[in-house]
């Protein structure tokens, strides 16, 4: 395992310089997902929720968070996003929701923390939404699925 990059020779923590990184497209996928009971799930997919379209509110809740990232984990970097998508399936035999998001940057350092927050806070506004009928939904499994660009070249979950 290589050294940790956010902690310097006096167990300092940093932000760690890109300054010299290359400029390269990257690309991150993550992967997540909330189950909840079938009436809950029923409702989302006829629009029968009380609080508004909940698929559509929790999209631009995704694209938002991964735009703010560097503003909730404190060593991220601020980055010029190119690209932020989030999307959703159902799993109606199980009552889930499968939630996942693509960033994209041109850049000198990734986008994975950008991936992995909207989703999170793509299911979180699920939660939010729908809590008053269902306050046992669970939200599971978030992951990077892929990684594209940089250094480390590219990454896809086995």
Do not use: W
């Amino acid at each position: 395992m290589g050294e940790f990059t956010h902690i310097d020779e006096n167990g300092s923590v940093r932000m760690v310089d890109v300054t010299e990184k290359g400029i390269t497209e990257r690309v991150a996928v993550a992967k997540g997902y909330i189950s909840m009971n079938r009436d809950t799930f029923d409702k989302i997919y006829n629009n029968q929720v009380k609080k508004g379209n909940v698929l559509e509110t929790a999209r631009i809740a995704g694209i938002m968070a991964a735009k703010k990232t560097h503003e909730l984990i404190p060593m991220c970097h601020p980055l010029n996003i190119t690209y932020a998508g989030v999307d959703f399936s159902p799993v109606d035999s199980e009552s889930r929701i499968n939630i996942r998001s693509e960033v994209r940057v041109t850049g000198q350092t990734g986008v994975e923390m950008e991936a992995l927050t909207a989703v999170s806070i793509s299911a979180l506004t699920i939660y939010d939404m729908c809590k008053s009928y269902d306050k046992e939904m669970v939200i599971s499994e978030i992951l990077l699925s892929e990684k594209k660009g940089g250094k480390s070249g590219h990454f896809i979950r086995s």
